[in-house]
């Protein structure tokens, strides 16, 4: 008992990461129908960046308290946003109107770059940081076992919450939403009402870029080590999420986050550990196949 | 702006207004297939203009040219004077032009408000508020479907909800595809009433592309007549509806 309860708290928290990530490839789906496979990569960037930020800041003596942690996680996502930006301005944005599969090669041309760009910058070796926030608070006990809710745990679920309330409301309620949506349903007819579609589809990017930058941050205190390769399987596992959600859906790319989590974490915990990733795989491939529209995905009928 | 008469009158053509819309020598398609050749076209302030055709004459590329999408080939556009040939759509729309395009393009997940209000977006100053409410006097019907979603109206309520958002950034040249393509006889007439009232009320320039010839030509001031992407024939509404080629070519001909 006590030890599924470490594993559920375990699970939300790695599940919110994920679902952070898989935010940014249903986004850009929505807006521009295509799979952003680079996404994953540049949550990479986030955490490195999120890395030399605090290394920087250590250097300076400056390194203690929240202040420093809310500092680190400003940083990145202002410079991973650019890095989204540019992204989508070189790799995208010249492919628009040419045949759908171009900028899903180029997609994937942008992640070779980034991991390589990473690698022979940064080096290959993997990173590790001391933990900036041990401790955390006593949940339960049972006998000898310790279930413990950790405060990194409590930033990163209650980060990712404040995050994503934020970006619920800007979606639904500001201007840039209504015009993210309106290019989402109809592209053309969003440029038929003044809309400068381009620069929406930018700030999509941008957004996206941003919550991946929260993600790697947070992946970056949680687990406190990172290498250039971390955004290949945590970007696939994000876009399991994405699909299991309904890939469109911003409600389903969080629960499918949650759910790729808690079914990894369970996995790993009972079963087998060398083989959690093929738990989370399967799931993609058998909601391909079974559920293919997701969980909250739209059926495609709609009156003309 | 010149006074027009009130009253459900049709305005007089105000013959001697400045253009709002010039097109010279136009020429666009897409791809291999052109669509437009060497169209040339005017519209004065205050007019209604039709641009009637067959399917597929390449009337609805007319308002995507001028809307910028495709860019021309060749020739020039020019809205009030000023040159607007090559610019990007949004910047087109952002100098006065509205478009209630072919099948309406309703957003499909959005409320009726939400739809409206994406209307405003090229708003210059601010507030929608009047303009919404210019939209519930036109078509009282958007008012009780306001919180409806723009997919679940019927196809008449998406027709009216297309041009009530045309209407909402207070465009100068207000441009209408076939609004009433698959619409009954009264939701037509309800809506031509609606353009007739907008032009002679607030002097609302109009090219309305149809091809429901007979309506028409007895709304506007002028029409114009496509046929395989040139110009054919061109006249006072009126006058067109008159002629026998019109009569037989898109009237349904024969003996009436």
Avoid at chain 1, 60 to 79: Q, T
Avoid at chain 1, 152 to 170: K, N
Avoid at chain 2, 17 to 45: C, F, H, K, N, W
Avoid at chain 2, 74 to 101: F, Y
Wanted: charged share 15%.
């Amino acid at each position: 008992m006590a030890y599924a309860m470490q594993q559920l708290i375990n699970g939300i928290s790695l599940g919110m990461i994920y679902g952070l990530i898989a935010v940014g490839y249903t986004m850009v789906y929505g807006i521009i129908g295509m799979i952003n496979f680079a996404h994953g990569d540049v949550f990479m960037i986030g955490a490195f960046i999120a890395l030399i930020t605090l290394l920087l800041l250590q250097m300076g003596g400056l390194m203690d308290g929240p202040a420093a942690i809310l500092l680190v996680l400003l940083v990145s996502m202002v410079i991973t946003a650019l890095y989204g930006w540019s992204v989508e301005r070189v790799a995208y944005r010249p492919l628009r109107g040419s045949f759908r599969l171009a900028p899903l090669i180029s997609a994937i041309g942008i992640s070779i770059v980034l991991q390589n760009y990473v690698q022979v910058s940064q080096g290959a070796r993997p990173k590790p940081i001391e933990n900036l926030l041990p401790g955390g608070i006593e949940v339960m006990r049972d006998g000898p076992f310790v279930v413990q809710f950790s405060y990194i745990q409590m930033l990163i679920i209650a980060l990712t919450l404040g995050v994503l309330a934020a970006f619920t409301l800007l979606v639904t309620r500001t201007p840039l939403g209504r015009a993210m949506r309106a290019c989402e349903q109809d592209r053309k007819m969003a440029s038929l009402l003044g809309i400068d579609t381009d620069r929406t589809i930018s700030l999509t990017f941008v957004i996206g870029a941003a919550l991946a930058a929260v993600a790697g941050s947070m992946y970056l205190l949680r687990y406190g080590v990172i290498d250039f390769y971390i955004g290949f399987l945590a970007g696939v596992k994000a876009f399991t999420a994405a699909v299991l959600g309904g890939i469109g859906s911003l409600p389903g790319a969080v629960l499918g986050g949650l759910l790729i989590g808690l079914i990894e974490t369970f996995w790993s915990a009972y079963f087998s550990v060398q083989y959690k990733d093929v738990a989370a795989f399967s799931i993609l491939v058998l909601t391909l196949i079974f559920l293919p529209t997701g969980l909250l995905g739209r059926q495609e009928v709609e009156k003309v | 702006m010149s006074a027009a008469a009130p009253g459900p009158a049709p305005a007089p053509p105000p013959g001697t207004a400045p253009a709002m819309l010039e097109i010279e020598a136009l020429s666009a398609g897409y791809g291999a297939v052109q669509a437009l050749t060497d169209v040339s076209l005017q519209v004065r302030q205050g007019e209604i203009v039709t641009l009637i055709g067959a399917n597929g004459a390449g009337k609805s590329t007319l308002l995507m040219t001028i809307c910028g999408d495709p860019k021309p080939r060749s020739g020039r556009i020019r809205l009030a004077g000023e040159d607007i040939t090559g610019q990007p759509t949004h910047a087109i729309m952002r100098r006065g032009v509205a478009q209630s395009p072919e099948g309406r393009r309703i957003f499909p997940r959005m409320t009726v408000q939400e739809n409206l209000l994406m209307g405003a977006e090229s708003l210059v100053q601010g507030d929608p508020a009047p303009q919404m409410q210019q939209a519930f006097t036109l078509f009282p019907r958007l008012r009780e479907r306001l919180s409806q979603r723009g997919g679940t109206l019927s196809g008449g309520e998406q027709q009216m909800l297309a041009i009530g958002r045309a209407l909402m950034s207070k465009p100068r040249l207000l441009l209408l595809d076939e609004p009433s393509l698959g619409l009954a006889p009264l939701v037509v007439k309800q809506i031509f009433d609606a353009i007739r009232k907008l032009n002679a009320e607030t002097g609302l320039t109009v090219l309305l592309v149809e091809q429901n010839a007979n309506l028409a030509l007895r709304l506007a001031h002028r029409g114009y007549v496509l046929v395989n992407g040139r110009i054919t024939m061109e006249g006072p509404g009126r006058a067109l509806l008159a002629r026998p080629e019109i009569r037989d070519a898109y009237l349904g001909g024969g003996h009436g």
